[in-house]
């Protein structure tokens, strides 16, 4: 199976942390970068942070200083690490592995998406 599959979602409270799991297959997924994405209800998806083959991280404006993606290329697994959590940071949160562009026949693959909840 070609896949990716999130996990760590849950609820959490203001100020807390939580740390995102996903898990990829069927790729080769040293040579693919990995994002997060968010899409909270009545919003736009938008991007939280990407981590490319090569290391290379950017984040979106409204995690910068709060979230840390990483990757552990031999787990297949790229983590978000989410600390200060705000409950605007509620949203499902989306996990994307995209191909490097010269490759024909390869594409984005998206996750089905794991709920991450931040009380007041």
């Known amino acids: 199976q070609v896949q990716v599959v999130e996990s760590g979602g849950g609820l959490v409270q203001s100020g807390g942390s939580l740390r995102l799991s996903c898990a990829a297959s069927?790729?080769?997924?040293?040579?693919?970068?990995m994002g997060w994405y968010r899409q909270a209800p009545g919003k736009q998806r938008e991007l939280v942070a990407i981590?490319?083959?090569?290391?290379?991280?950017n984040y979106g404006d409204s995690v910068k200083g709060r979230f840390i993606i990483s990757r552990d290329n031999a787990m297949n697994t790229v983590f978000l690490q989410m600390n200060s959590l705000k409950p605007e940071d509620t949203a499902v949160y989306y996990c994307?592995?995209?191909?490097?562009?010269?490759?024909?026949?390869?594409?984005?693959?998206w996750g089905q998406g794991t709920q991450v909840t931040v009380s007041s």
């Open positions: 069927g790729i080769i997924f040293s040579r693919y970068a």
């Open positions: 981590i490319a083959s090569s290391g290379s991280t």
């Open positions: 994307n592995a995209d191909p490097p562009r010269a490759v024909i026949g390869w594409y984005s693959i």
